[in-house]
């Protein structure tokens, strides 16, 4: 009975006492919904347009921030060093595109699965090469990103926000339209979503396939490096933040592999509901449990809808 | 010339059906197993045996583990080390438990602990199918992890929270434990995963294997022709994760003789599943192959630079490994996307018909 009690009543009985604290822990589970959204994004268009699960989407971001840190720090001016960054990310996608895509067209996928995994550890490595393993501060202030936080005064108590963590949601959401947009209105967006049809039907009408990739992977790599620069910004540049970045497979799931906005709106679910269960329900069974919460979280809807909440619908045929 | 059947009739099903049908491949065999049993021992000073021999054993039976499940079965799964580390623990909890008890005994009951813990979380297998899977199998790796430090009972609250391994002695010798010299560990894990290897060899070419692939190859049509998905999915899970918590149970009491969570993080599971695919899904020997290689290649990158006499330095070492073992795995996926094991199947074929071309 008092378990049944801490279970379901106690966490609301606090909730409904500090309205403020809600609202805050509401505010970070939104914020970092936000940042695995990113991640996110970055798989669902990479799956839609070649059905690559790119497990090195985690890699990318570490990759890209410590690319632009990295750089800076030889004494690069911060705006030369985010371009260069730049093309750095269109040289790995055209890298991939020649090394390891083209020659495994036509494989299954769990073998091109596996070969994101080759390009992790590359990366990796790479990356530790170049610019050492040890964490780094991202260059926030010259990019001029925004810092502090806005107090606001409501409901009895002071909830704060970040203006780091806004100016984080206002780039997804841009960064989420434009791209929209892109695959909506655009030819190559149009391409796009014809290679992810099928890619024999595209490539008999005269898409090309190379184009499309590096084009996708390319996209990829700035949707990496924008997550990089956010998610450095709010704590550091290091290698840890790709198992990090594992933490979007769930929202994933949720979203549908081949949903954007399902990508955003899973992103917004995972990060609520972990912030709301560690802080809520996290003392009552040890706390941490931020660490497997949102993958049960995923797959509990999972069991009722295997597609995932706005994926396309499974058919199997014979 | 030497590796052809001409000559070798089969005058009975039973010779037919022989997994080994050439005399060629039985007496490879028995090659192989007397390098085994007694060319290694000899020959390999403790530090190979202890840094190189056992932890590739330990990985191969690890890895026929996974291939059942993901080479046999087609269900992608990355929780591979929270299993191998259900095993681990099961183990450690059972000889303070049964202080008595052979332990070799109790790292095989504690397989079973395993296979318990792997049907559970091979429940929603049945809705969930390809990369959902693996993401659904995260939540096993995340969470057993979680376990491994947070429920204090499973370490028997040490406070550095890590399990230590106790000596243990078999027919008198010890087994387990800081006592016990490479060689008798070496020989236990041997003979257990040979032992497991057969039993493996025998369930994929039976009615069981048989149905394990009709599944992977197409899960519908294997339910058409009356095969019941759900058991035979979840017998699969059961298995697969039998083997792998027995690996993870040799892994901390014969090899490692000590270890914490971090043991059996998601990179264990990573790992293990490289060995699969490197080795060659649904493959015995690929498993085998697979994981000699994945272990052996960093031991021998480390120490490469050191016989060539090339000054470098050791972080730079590290780091150009992890560039060299993932260039190598795509340079592999794209030479051969099928694995060690079909390279090896083509060698043979070679062989059959050399010195003609075909």
Same mark, same amino acid.
Request: hydrophobic share 60%.
């Given at each position: 009975?008092?378990?049944?009690?801490?279970?379901?009543v106690?966490?609301?009985?606090?909730?409904a006492?500090?309205p403020?604290?809600?609202?805050?822990?509401l505010?970070?589970?939104?914020?970092?919904?936000?940042?695995?959204?990113?991640?996110?994004?970055?798989?669902?268009?990479?799956f $839609?347009?070649?059905?690559?699960?790119?497990?090195?989407?985690?890699?990318m971001?570490v990759?890209?921030?410590?690319?632009?840190?990295?750089l800076?720090?030889?004494?690069?001016?911060?705006?030369?060093?985010?371009?260069?960054?730049i093309?750095?990310?269109?040289?790995?996608?055209y890298a991939?595109?020649? !090394?390891?895509? $083209?020659?495994?067209v036509?494989q299954?996928?769990?073998?091109?699965?596996?070969?994101?995994?080759?390009?992790?550890?590359?990366?990796?490595?790479?990356?530790q !090469?170049?610019?050492?393993?040890?964490?780094?501060?991202?260059?926030?202030?010259?990019?001029?990103l925004?810092k502090?936080?806005?107090d606001?005064?409501?409901l009895?108590g002071?909830?704060?926000?970040?203006?780091?963590?806004i100016a984080?949601?206002?780039?997804?959401?841009?960064?989420?339209a434009?791209?929209a947009?892109?695959f909506?209105?655009?030819?190559?967006?149009?391409?796009?979503?014809?290679?992810a049809?099928?890619h024999?039907?595209?490539?008999?009408?005269?898409i090309s396939l190379e184009q499309?990739?590096?084009?996708?992977?390319?996209t990829?790599g700035?949707v990496?490096?924008a997550?990089?620069i956010m998610?450095?910004?709010r704590?550091?540049?290091e290698?840890s933040l790709q198992?990090i970045?594992?933490?979007?497979?769930?929202?994933l799931?949720?979203?549908?592999?081949?949903?954007?906005?399902?990508?955003?709106v899973?992103?917004?679910i995972i990060?609520v509901?972990? $912030?709301?269960?560690?802080?809520?329900?996290?003392?009552?069974?040890?706390?941490?449990?931020e660490?497997?919460?949102?993958?049960?979280i995923?797959?509990?809807f999972?069991?009722?809808?295997?597609?995932?909440?706005?994926?396309?619908?499974?058919?199997?045929?014979? | 010339?030497?590796?052809? &059947?001409?000559?070798?009739?089969?005058?009975s099903?039973?010779?037919?059906?022989?997994?080994?049908?050439?005399?060629?491949?039985?007496i490879?065999?028995a090659?192989?197993?007397?390098i085994?049993?007694?060319v290694?021992?000899?020959g390999?000073s403790?530090?190979?045996?202890n840094?190189?021999?056992?932890?590739?054993?330990v990985?191969?039976?690890a890895t026929?583990?996974?291939?059942?499940?993901?080479?046999?079965?087609?269900?992608?799964s =990355?929780?591979?080390g929270?299993?191998?580390?259900?095993?681990a623990?099961?183990?450690y909890?059972?000889?303070?438990?049964m202080?008595?008890?052979?332990?070799?005994?109790?790292?095989?009951?504690s397989g079973?602990?395993?296979?318990?813990?792997?049907?559970?979380f091979?429940?929603?297998s049945?809705r969930?199918?390809?990369?959902?899977?693996?993401?659904?199998?995260?939540?096993?790796q995340?969470?057993?992890?979680?376990?491994?430090?947070?429920?204090?009972?499973?370490y028997?609250?040490n406070?550095?929270?890590?399990i230590e391994?106790p000596?243990?002695?078999?027919?008198?010798?010890?087994?387990?434990?800081?006592?016990?010299?490479?060689?008798?560990?070496?020989y236990?894990?041997?003979l257990?995963?040979v032992?497991?290897?057969?039993?493996a060899?025998?369930l994929?070419?039976?009615?069981?294997?048989?149905m394990?692939?009709?599944?992977r190859?197409?899960?519908i049509?294997?339910?058409?022709?009356?095969?019941?998905?759900?058991?035979?999915?979840?017998?699969a899970?059961?298995v697969?994760?039998?083997?792998?918590?027995v690996?993870g149970?040799l892994m901390v009491f014969?090899?490692?003789?000590?270890a &914490?969570?971090e043991?059996?993080n998601i990179?264990?599971?990573?790992?293990?599943l490289?060995m699969v695919i490197i080795?060659?899904?649904?493959s015995?020997?690929?498993?085998?192959?697979g994981a000699?290689f994945i272990?052996?290649?960093?031991?021998l990158?480390?120490a490469?630079?050191?016989?060539?006499?090339?000054?470098?330095?050791?972080?730079?070492?590290e780091h150009?490994q992890f560039?060299?073992?993932g260039?190598?795995?795509i340079?592999f =996926?794209?030479?051969e996307?099928?694995?060690?094991?079909?390279?090896?199947?083509?060698?043979?074929?070679?062989?059959r018909?050399?010195p003609?071309?075909?």
């Amino acid at each position: 009975m008092d378990l049944l009690y801490q279970i379901f009543v106690n966490p609301f009985a606090q909730m409904a006492a500090a309205p403020d604290l809600l609202v805050q822990t509401l505010w970070e589970g939104l914020v970092s919904g936000v940042l695995y959204a990113l991640i996110a994004l970055g798989f669902v268009l990479i799956f $839609k347009a070649s059905g690559v699960f790119n497990f090195a989407q985690g890699i990318m971001v570490v990759f890209a921030a410590l690319t632009l840190v990295g750089l800076h720090q030889k004494g690069v001016p911060a705006f030369v060093a985010l371009f260069l960054t730049i093309l750095v990310m269109l040289a790995l996608a055209y890298a991939v595109e020649r !090394l390891v895509l $083209k020659p495994l067209v036509n494989q299954p996928d769990i073998i091109l699965f596996m070969a994101t995994f080759g390009l992790t550890y590359f990366l990796i490595g790479l990356g530790q !090469l170049m610019f050492g393993g040890e964490p780094k501060v991202m260059i926030a202030n010259e990019l001029y990103l925004p810092k502090g936080s806005f107090d606001i005064k409501m409901l009895g108590g002071f909830v704060a926000l970040q203006k780091i963590d806004i100016a984080a949601a206002v780039i997804a959401s841009i960064m989420v339209a434009t791209l929209a947009i892109f695959f909506q209105r655009t030819r190559i967006g149009r391409a796009l979503r014809a290679v992810a049809d099928s890619h024999k039907a595209a490539l008999s009408v005269g898409i090309s396939l190379e184009q499309i990739w590096v084009v996708v992977w390319f996209t990829a790599g700035i949707v990496a490096l924008a997550t990089g620069i956010m998610w450095g910004a709010r704590s550091q540049v290091e290698f840890s933040l790709q198992i990090i970045a594992l933490k979007a497979l769930p929202v994933l799931i949720l979203g549908g592999f081949t949903s954007i906005p399902g990508a955003i709106v899973g992103g917004i679910i995972i990060g609520v509901g972990e $912030k709301l269960g560690e802080f809520y329900w996290g003392p009552l069974i040890g706390s941490g449990i931020e660490s497997w919460l949102a993958y049960v979280i995923a797959l509990v809807f999972l069991l009722f809808r295997p597609q995932g909440l706005f994926g396309d619908r499974i058919i199997e045929r014979i | 010339m030497l590796y052809r &059947e001409a000559g070798q009739f089969k005058s009975s099903y039973v010779s037919d059906m022989a997994i080994f049908p050439l005399r060629q491949d039985r007496i490879g065999l028995a090659v192989i197993l007397l390098i085994a049993f007694v060319v290694i021992p000899l020959g390999m000073s403790s530090f190979a045996l202890n840094s190189l021999m056992i932890p590739i054993l330990v990985f191969s039976l690890a890895t026929i583990g996974l291939n059942i499940l993901t080479g046999y079965t087609g269900l992608i799964s =990355l929780g591979t080390g929270g299993f191998m580390g259900v095993g681990a623990y099961a183990t450690y909890k059972l000889t303070t438990l049964m202080p008595e008890m052979n332990v070799v005994v109790l790292i095989l009951a504690s397989g079973l602990i395993a296979a318990t813990v792997g049907v559970l979380f091979g429940l929603p297998s049945l809705r969930i199918k390809g990369f959902y899977l693996a993401v659904a199998t995260l939540a096993a790796q995340f969470f057993l992890s979680w376990c491994f430090i947070r429920v204090p009972w499973l370490y028997n609250y040490n406070v550095s929270a890590a399990i230590e391994v106790p000596t243990r002695a078999l027919f008198g010798v010890p087994i387990t434990g800081p006592n016990a010299t490479p060689i008798t560990r070496y020989y236990v894990v041997l003979l257990v995963v040979v032992a497991m290897t057969w039993f493996a060899s025998n369930l994929v070419h039976g009615r069981i294997g048989r149905m394990w692939m009709a599944v992977r190859d197409m899960d519908i049509a294997a339910e058409l022709i009356g095969i019941r998905l759900y058991q035979t999915k979840l017998l699969a899970f059961a298995v697969s994760s039998f083997y792998c918590g027995v690996a993870g149970a040799l892994m901390v009491f014969l090899w490692l003789g000590a270890a &914490e969570f971090e043991s059996f993080n998601i990179n264990e599971s990573f790992l293990i599943l490289f060995m699969v695919i490197i080795g060659g899904l649904g493959s015995l020997i690929g498993s085998f192959m697979g994981a000699a290689f994945i272990w052996g290649l960093p031991v021998l990158l480390r120490a490469a630079p050191e016989t060539f006499g090339i000054p470098i330095h050791s972080a730079t070492i590290e780091h150009l490994q992890f560039m060299i073992v993932g260039a190598l795995i795509i340079f592999f =996926l794209v030479v051969e996307p099928h694995g060690l094991a079909r390279l090896w199947q083509l060698a043979k074929q070679k062989l059959r018909v050399w010195p003609y071309p075909y």
